[in-house]
């Protein structure tokens, strides 16, 4: 039965029949798929697109953001950098200044210090010399006396024979620094000359 | 009853009478018609084959609107599978083959994919096991169908006289040349690529059909006459090779509904940009 039908079929001349139904067949597929299936995925390919985008967007905003904190910081931290060395070289102007007052203080301060002792000293010397070159007088006259046995008080005190030898001595004194010429006179004299020095 | 049960019968038929082991022929195309009618002076046979084109037809669209029934952004298995092959279709075809604007031909594209898909694998459905695109007016109707599309569309971006003079005078092509060219390409734009387009389709679900059935009704044969010349060999191998056609089938049944829609893509491209 089916060779026979062979025989009578040219598989390559359609019957009309069949061109309308693959008219109708291909025609509903493509219908649905237009109208129904294809914007639907495209739907969905534009959501993921925009769910991929969106969060690359995010990422990228953050980064900006995270980018302008650091700047930010890294300008504060330059800004402060600058105060700091700002601030370091006035405090060792400042220092540098206040040393040099101080110095020139107590340098001051020393001077008059100095000063006082000299003056004081000197107050001092002329006291002793004044006290030792009374009693120095009266006790060699004392001494002289006793040698002698008699009292010299007296002519001593009108002649101003120890006024003399004493001035002598100092101006002798005076002469010679080293103190050479106290050898032979007396004790007061010779602790007198060590105290000038 | 199928056609091949059919050709099943006459096997045993012919077993019955000793005439030989009489080989599948054309009849596996031309099955009985379940019911004739006449529409309009034109008449209309329903017979299996129409009958399975329906099925698949039906059974790509409701696939297609159980995948984007609801859509969702991480998609579920069903949706994957369509969105891969919609993707296919629309990344590499419409929009890498027919170029930059091709994008609004994807949902046609994607639709005679679908639909030839859908179509071809009935070729190894069992129970179907044809295709309706082993009946040549199913292919040629896609191929007509794009035939006019991209003519228009042709038109319709370059303008007719453009379009048409392209098509007639090669640009770049040495005027005496044209004597050899125009004809050529007359030929080749509007009758070679139709035509191609549909015999290639057609004739390789008729050829892996007839393939599938003359092994499988060789080893039917085969077993029944065994022990006679060497079927005990033949029968197995028959078998073997009508499993490895079938996987070989599989293979054909993708690779040419995607070369169908791949060659559309590039008539396509052909008529949106300016040839050459």
């Keep these: 039965m089916s060779i026979l039908a062979a025989e009578t079929h040219n598989p390559l001349i359609p019957p009309w029949g069949e ?7 291909f025609g509903l597929v493509f219908l649905v798929f237009a109208r129904f299936v294809a914007p639907r995925f495209e739907q969905v390919f534009r959501a993921r697109r925009e769910a991929i985008e969106g969060g690359i967007e995010r990422a990228e ?6 980018k302008a904190a650091l700047d930010q910081y890294r300008a504060q931290l330059a800004e402060a950098r600058t105060e700091a060395a700002q601030i370091r070289d006035q405090a060792r102007a400042e220092g540098q200044q206040i040393l040099e007052e101080l110095r020139a203080q107590a340098q001051e301060e020393s001077a008059r210090i100095i000063a006082r002792g000299e003056e004081q000293l000197a107050a ?3 006291q002793v010399v004044n006290e030792l070159r009374g009693e120095i007088g009266v006790l060699a006259v004392d001494l002289a006396g006793r040698v002698v046995g008699e009292s010299l008080e007296d002519s001593a005190r009108r002649s101003g024979t120890v006024d003399r030898f004493l001035d002598q001595l100092e101006g002798m004194a005076a002469g010679s620094p080293d103190g050479r010429t106290a050898r032979g006179g007396a004790t ?3 602790v007198y000359v060590q105290g000038d020095r | 009853m199928t056609s091949s049960a059919l050709a099943l019968g006459s096997v045993f038929a012919a077993e019955g009478g000793g005439d030989g ?19 309009f002076g034109i008449p209309f046979e329903i017979t299996r084959i129409t009958i399975i084109l329906w099925i698949a037809t039906l059974a790509i669209l409701a696939f297609l609107i159980a995948a984007v029934r609801k859509p969702q952004i991480v998609p579920g298995k069903l949706q994957f599978v369509g969105e891969s092959g919609y993707s296919l279709v629309r990344d590499g075809i419409a929009r890498d083959v027919v170029g930059p604007k091709g994008l609004p031909f994807a949902p046609f594209l994607a639709s005679l994919f679908f639909f030839i898909l859908a179509n071809n694998v009935m070729a190894i459905i069992p129970f179907a096991q044809i295709s309706p695109m082993s009946k040549f007016a199913f292919p040629l109707v896609l191929a007509l169908i794009c035939w006019v599309i991209y003519i228009w569309i042709g038109i319709r971006e370059q303008g007719a006289g453009s379009y048409f003079k392209d098509i007639l005078f090669l640009p770049g092509v040495p005027k005496p040349m044209y004597i050899l ?11 070679v690529r139709p035509f191609t387009l549909a015999v290639r389709l057609f004739a390789n679900m008729f050829a892996g059909h007839m393939l599938l059935v003359v092994f499988s009704l060789g080893a039917v044969y085969l077993f029944s006459r065994f022990g006679e010349n060497f079927s005990w060999v033949f029968g197995p191998v028959s078998v ?9 089938e599989l293979l054909v ?11 559309m893509g590039t008539y396509l491209n052909g008529s949106i940009e300016a040839e050459h």
Excluded: D, H, K, W
Excluded at chain 2, 21 to 39: D, K, M, V
Excluded at chain 2, 253 to 263: E, K, P, R, S
């Design chain 1, 61 to 66: 905003a953050m980064q900006a953001e995270a």
């Design chain 2, 240 to 248: 073997l090779m009508a499993i490895v056609m079938t996987f070989f």
């Design chain 1, 188 to 190: 007061g004299s010779s």
């Design chain 1, 19 to 25: 061109i309308i139904i693959g008219l109708i067949a």
């Design chain 2, 21 to 39: 082991f009489q080989a599948p022929g054309l009849g596996e195309f031309y099955p009985e018609p379940i019911a004739t009618f006449s529409l």
């Design chain 1, 124 to 126: 001092s010397r002329q």
């Design chain 2, 181 to 191: 060219v125009t004809p050529i390409e007359i030929l080749q734009n509007f009758i």
């Design chain 2, 253 to 263: 049944i993708f690779l040419q509904a995607y070369v169908f829609t791949v060659l």
